[in-house]
C-alpha cells in the first residue's frame, strides 16, 4: 500500500514542523465567469466527473465481463445564492432565451481560512440552461434565493500533492529539522 508510507511521512513532518494540513471547508468559495466574480454563491453543486463503464461480454468466458472506459460525463453545475440587484446570470439566461447563445469559460475556487485559493475547478464553453426563482411566502422571513443551472464542455482541475510529492515533502522537513537539533531526541 504506497498510500500509508506517503502518511506516516506526511504525520511525521507535520509534528516535526507544526504544519497542520487540516481539510478545507466548503463553505469557502467563490466563481469568477470570464475574468469577474459574479458574487458569493451559498451553494454550487455539479462537481463532478464520471467515466460511463462499457460492458463486453466474451463468449465461452462466464467468470467476468470485460469493462472498458466509455464517454465521460459532466453533470449540470448548479449555482444558488441569495438574490440582489445584481443581474448578470438572469441577463445571460435570457440571452439563451433569446437564442443568442454565449458560451462562457469560469472557475469554481476553494479558498482556505485566510481566503486565499487553494484549490479550483475550470469549467469550459458553460451557458445557462435553467433559472429558478426563490419561493415567496409572507409568512416567511427567509433570504430569496436564485439558481442558475450551467451546461458546460467539462471540467479540469490542477493536480494537487501526489503520494511521492507528500514523501519528498516530509523527507525534507524531518531531514531539517534533525539537523537543525541534531538529531531526535
Avoid at 27 to 44: A, K, M, Y
Avoid at 93 to 114: C, F, M, P, S, W
Avoid at 156 to 175: G, H, I, P, W
Amino acid at each position: 500500500m504506497p498510500g500509508i508510507g506517503a502518511d506516516i511521512g506526511v504525520s511525521i513532518a507535520a509534528r516535526v514542523t507544526g504544519l497542520r494540513l487540516d481539510p478545507y471547508q466548503a463553505s469557502n468559495f467563490v466563481v469568477e465567469i470570464e475574468g469577474l466574480l459574479v458574487g458569493g454563491f451559498t451553494d454550487c453543486t455539479g462537481l463532478e466527473v464520471e467515466v460511463e463503464v462499457e460492458e463486453y461480454r466474451e463468449g465461452g468466458q462466464n467468470d467476468f465481463v470485460h469493462r472498458f472506459a466509455g464517454r465521460t460525463k459532466h453533470p449540470l453545475l448548479v449555482l444558488k445564492h441569495g438574490m440582489s440587484p445584481i443581474d448578470g446570470l438572469w441577463g445571460w439566461h435570457q440571452d439563451v432565451t433569446a437564442g443568442v447563445i454565449e458560451r462562457r469559460n469560469g472557475t469554481i475556487y476553494l479558498l482556505n481560512k485566510e481566503q486565499i485559493p487553494v484549490m479550483q475547478w475550470h469549467f469550459s464553453g458553460g451557458f445557462p440552461v435553467k433559472w429558478t426563482g426563490p419561493t415567496l411566502s409572507a409568512a416567511s422571513s427567509a433570504v430569496a434565493f436564485e439558481s442558475v443551472e450551467l451546461a458546460h464542455r467539462g471540467l479540469s482541475r490542477a493536480r494537487q500533492v501526489t503520494a511521492e510529492s507528500a514523501v519528498a515533502f516530509a523527507t525534507d522537513e524531518l531531514a531539517k529539522a534533525t539537523t537543525l537539533s541534531g538529531g531526535f531526541f
